[in-house]
């Protein structure tokens, strides 16, 4: 069975600095990746998801995430934060034609003025 | 579109009562629904995939008689937590499947019931 790992369980940046959130997975085969993100009081958006092809992925609100199959892994970016991006984020991970998603820990990441 | 919804939002029950949490999507059907338990600061464990019309499948440790769930329309699934303990106090998540703009099956989700077992 596929484990997601996300390492950084707390995240603190300030307004504009830049963030890398870490996710790695744990399957040999075919994956489909996803971030998805869970703002204060809300339900779980997507932000970007990956298929197939280009593993430089764009997403919504100026984030990217880029697969590296060598790593097993599919970092989160964004080259400048902003105050409302203060949320959980969530990598996630199926394989195949597998619709069954599994989520690593998440991250909290908490963005100050 | 891909909207989900959940129904309540919030429940308090007492000990060894139900209470039924309701998943619909709204504007788009759904053969196959997904229901997650997530506990505080921890990630979203996946307790059952909800087929219409069938019966839904159970992950590993996810006890069937005490969490039921019917799907009974391509809009609406249910979960049930039977005899409710305390340690079932929990935010519980719904998904609906449906064919997204990338041209595969993508999960949309629900804004989660939060229950609360006195």
Known sequence: AQSVSQHNHHVILSEAASLELGCN????????LFWYVQYPGQHLQLLLKYFSG????????????EFIKSKFSFNLRKPSVQWSDTAEYFCAVNTGTAS??????GTRLQVTL | GAVVSQH??????KSGTSVKI?????DFQATTMFW???FPKKSL???????????????????????????????LSTLTV?????????????????????GRNEQYFGPGTRLTVT
């Open chain 1, 25 to 32: 997975y744990s399957y040999g085969g075919t994956v489909n």
């Open chain 1, 54 to 65: 280009d593993p430089l992925v764009k997403g919504i609100k100026g984030f990217e995430a």
């Open chain 1, 100 to 105: 069954k998603l599994t989520f690593g820990t």
């Open chain 2, 8 to 13: 309540p939002s919030r429940v308090i029950c």
């Open chain 2, 22 to 26: 309701e998943c619909r999507s709204l």
């Open chain 2, 36 to 38: 997650y338990r997530q």
């Open chain 2, 45 to 75: 464990m996946l307790m059952a995939t909800s087929n219409e019309g069938s019966k839904a499948t159970y992950e590993q440790g996810v006890e069937k008689d005490k969490f039921l769930i019917n799907h009974a329309s391509l809009t």
């Open chain 2, 82 to 102: 039977t005899s409710a303990h305390p340690e079932d106090s929990s935010f519980y998540i719904c998904s609906a499947l449906t064919y997204g703009t990338s």
